[in-house]
Nanobody, 124 residues
Framework: EVQLVESGGGFAQPGGSLRLSCAVA????????MSWVRRAPGKELEWVSG????????TYADSVKGRFTISRDSVKNTLYLEMNSLKPEDSAEYYC?????????????????WGQGTQVTVSS
């Protein structure tokens, strides 16, 4: 059974940092691309960052480029999102998602499994 479980969300002040984790089961991160996607209250889903199955190709939305870093540990079968220089507009529910392909593209229709989400709130 495929499972994705996020953790690490919480409160942070503007300029602060948080690290999200996504523990996966039922498949190997070495076989599929993964992404982080977020949804702010009242807004559409926004793709944030993706990583390929080899872990050597990463992509980012312009809104987070230079501040967020996606990575994965294929031994622990865990995906990460390091978030630095957080802004209030980063506040959202963050989801990890498994692609049907080997790439972590921004096309949300390519993702067939999603976690339950973890809330990130950035506020002073």
């Amino acid at each position: 059974e495929v499972q994705l479980v996020e953790s690490g969300g919480g409160f942070a002040q503007p300029g602060g940092s948080l690290r999200l984790s996504c523990a996966v089961a039922g498949f190997s991160l070495s076989s599929y691309g993964m992404s982080w996607v977020r949804r702010a209250p009242g807004k559409e889903l926004e793709w944030v960052s993706g990583i390929n199955n080899g872990g050597d190709m990463t992509t980012y939305a312009d809104s987070v480029k230079g501040r967020f870093t996606i990575s994965r540990d294929s031994v622990k079968n865990t995906l990460y999102l390091e978030m630095n220089s957080l802004k209030p507009e980063d506040s959202a529910e963050y989801y990890c998602a498994k692609s049907v392909t080997a790439y972590g593209s921004s096309r949300l229709e390519e993702y067939n499994y999603w976690g339950q989400g973890t809330q990130v709130t950035v506020s002073s």
